[in-house]
């Protein structure tokens, strides 16, 4: 069976609702305060719809892509490299 890309809308001081939500997919993707993106096949998208939960399907390519890095926010959460992270720190300590 194949699976897609949803966005589950559930806020995360609903910590019961996301775990209930995070166990019935076949794959978490990256989590936000207010929403779980997750892979999941025609069943489990129905139960969760079923359950109460609103889903919405991630069909773009949402690829962003910075001068040294690429990434893609559906399935990896964006951290800043370590070279930026030692300039930021820098910049404020001099200030």
């Keep these: 069976m194949s699976t897609k890309q949803v966005m589950i ?7 019961d609702k996301r ?18 993106t997750a892979e999941v096949d025609e069943a489990q998208a129905e139960q969760l719809k079923r359950e109460g939960f609103h889903l919405e399907p991630l069909t ?3 690829t962003i892509k910075l001068q040294s890095i690429e990434l893609d926010p559906k399935i990896e959460v964006p951290v800043a490299p370590q070279t930026l992270k030692h300039s930021l720190i820098e910049a404020i300590s001099t200030e």
Aim: proline share 7%.
């Design 60 to 62: 773009c390519g949402a």
């Design 19 to 36: 775990s209930k939500a995070k166990n019935s997919v076949s794959r978490v993707l990256p989590t936000y305060p207010g929403s779980i």
């Design 9 to 15: 809308f559930v806020d995360e001081s609903e910590q």
